[in-house]
Nanobody
Framework: QSQLAESGGGLVQPGGSLRLSCAASGFALGQFSVGWFRQAPGKEREGVSCITNDNRTHYGDSVKGRFTISRDNVKNSVYLQMNNLRHEDTAVYHC????????????????????????WGQGTLVTVSS
């Protein structure tokens, strides 16, 4: 069974860092474009970042310069390094198979476009608070 599993979330103070991981099972993640999106309470789901299968990257305006997406095909995983975290980064973060990074990269808005995503995980909670 094909699955994605996110990990690495937690509680961090403003200005701190976290590294999220997205591990695939049941298939080879390296052949796909993988995106991260997040959902904060009361807000729509927002595309954060995406990496294509040939390692082109996309970032939302709110995270540019602070977040870095990468992948390790040997470990069948994609990562999101998040630095200089802010209160507004508090959300549940999900990784997803996103062909050509259309939703989490180009569009940046997930709500109403879920059908374009082929698979996503349960998410990991990131809380930025002092």
């Amino acid at each position: 069974q094909s699955q994605l599993a996110e990990s690495g979330g937690g509680l961090v103070q403003p200005g701190g860092s976290l590294r999220l991981s997205c591990a695939a099972s049941g298939f080879a993640l390296g052949q796909f474009s993988v995106g991260w999106f997040r959902q904060a309470p009361g807000k729509e789901r927002e595309g954060v970042s995406c990496i294509t299968n040939d390692n082109r990257t996309h970032y939302g305006d709110s995270v540019k310069g602070r977040f870095t997406i990468s992948r390790d095909n040997v470990k069948n995983s994609v990562y999101l390094q998040m630095n200089n975290l802010r209160h507004e980064d508090t959300a549940v973060y999900h990784c997803a198979i996103d062909p050509d990074c259309f939703v989490t990269g180009t569009l940046g808005v997930v709500d109403g476009r879920e059908s374009y995503l082929e698979l996503w995980g349960q998410g990991t909670l990131v809380t930025v608070s002092s």
